[in-house]
């Protein structure tokens, strides 16, 4: 039997359809470990003038898909440009990361706007605007956000903490107050997401990179929930928009996220046995995962190794082919043009 190539493998896999070749792209994928992405970076003031011009975030979003030819491209942006946008604020101090003025109490709280300041995202939504006609026909285009529990983990701490500790006993000791905020970017990040979409967002990812740290009822209350209702309002506005999730760390609950999120597909961090996450998952969902970034650093033998078990891991189903996390800047170059190899030729 043969198969047609269909206009984008991508957003085919999405869709459910199990692609002869896994599609593949990376988190993350623009960025430090590309010379060209350093190039451009150095010629902005900060981080966050980078992520509002749209002559580098165009760039940016271009620049691994030359070099790799990957089946999507993600604006590139931050998801802390939602807190930015509410009134925050927010830095990225270099080598150290990010650093936001803390929200600890109601006044903290009452400080922010009632919802994002659009004029300040419009950056973003030109960088999609023309990144329609930028890229090549058969590359999807991706949108994203922070999930709510991962940006309120951020504006509670002002930094990233090895456990996010600081909103977690927010969340414990005024459950009202961590509420109002999560409901808040409930509403931003929906409104901000199909804002993306209008743009010319293909797909969306809801990126939950600190989905792991919580205990199952407060996963429930603070992860699944928000999200579901994140999507739900997306949907509303864009019923056709398929929406990734990815709750990293989330481990033994992934089932349980998956049948409340409503998404369309579910990103896995490496932790998860691709055959374990098949057996549990709706077999209506894609999969997307979940290469080790740290094998994409050392190469060679583990890099091939790792690969092939998450072909043959996911092989049953609509995969997309992609990192179980970030890529690191530490990654040399060639390997990731080694793992292209590898995957195209599978
Ligand atoms: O995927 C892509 O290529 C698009 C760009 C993208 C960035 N950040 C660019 C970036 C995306 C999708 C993100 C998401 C993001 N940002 C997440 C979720 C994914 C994850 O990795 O868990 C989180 C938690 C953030 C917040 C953030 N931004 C942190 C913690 C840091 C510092 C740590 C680090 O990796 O540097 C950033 C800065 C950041 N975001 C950089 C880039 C390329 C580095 C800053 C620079 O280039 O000067």
């Known amino acids: 039997m043969t198969f047609s190539k269909p206009a984008k493998p991508f957003l085919a896999a999405l869709a459910g359809q199990r692609q002869p070749r896994p599609p593949v792209w990376l ?13 451009i970076r150095a010629r902005a003031a900060s981080f966050l003038d ?35 946008a509410l009134g ?8 150290e990361g ?9 006044e903290g709280l009452s400080r922010l706007k009632a919802e994002p300041d659009w004029q300040k995202l419009s950056p973003v939504f030109e960088t999609l605007d023309r990144l329609k006609t930028a890229l090549p026909g058969d590359v999807a285009l991706i949108g994203f956000c922070g999930a709510p529990w991962t940006v309120a983990s951020y504006m509670i701490a002002g930094r990233g903490t090895p456990d996010q500790a600081p909103a977690r006993l927010i969340a414990y000791r005024q459950p009202n107050l ?18 993306q979409i209008a743009a010319g967002a293909e797909a969306v990812q809801v990126f939950d990179s600190w989905a792991g740290v919580l205990p199952p009822a407060e996963f429930e209350r603070w992860c699944v929930k928000p999200v579901a209702a994140l999507v ?10 398929p929406v990734i999730a990815f709750p990293r760390g989330a481990a033994t609950q992934l089932a349980k996220f998956a049948g409340m999120a409503g998404v369309s597909a579910i990103g896995l961090d490496t932790a998860v046995e691709p055959a374990a996450a098949v057996a549990a998952l709706p077999g209506d969902l894609a999969l997307q995962g979940n290469l080790d970034p740290l094998a994409l650093v050392a190469g060679g033998a583990a890099l091939d190794e790792g690969i092939d078990r998450v072909l043959q891991g996911f092989g049953s189903r609509a995969h997309i082919f992609n990192l179980g996390h970030g890529i690191l800047p530490e990654t040399p170059v060639a390997h990731v043009e080694r793992m292209m190899a590898r995957v195209r030729s599978a």
């Open 98 to 106: 990010p650093r936001l003025d803390p929200i600890t109490d109601a």
């Open 232 to 241: 739900a309002k997306v949907k509303a506005k864009a019923p056709k928009t």
């Open 178 to 195: 961590f509420a109002a905020l999560i409901d808040r970017l409930v509403e931003a990040s929906a409104e901000y997401l199909a804002r």
């Open 27 to 39: 988190m993350r994928q623009a960025g430090r470990y590309l010379p060209e992405y350093r190039e």
């Open 88 to 95: 925050q604020t927010v830095s990225f101090e270099s080598g």
């Open 50 to 84: 980078f992520c509002y011009t749209p002559a580098f975030t165009v760039e940016a979003t271009l620049q691994p898909i030359r070099r790799f030819g990957f089946d999507a491209a993600i604006l590139f942006s931050d998801i802390l440009v939602v807190p930015d």
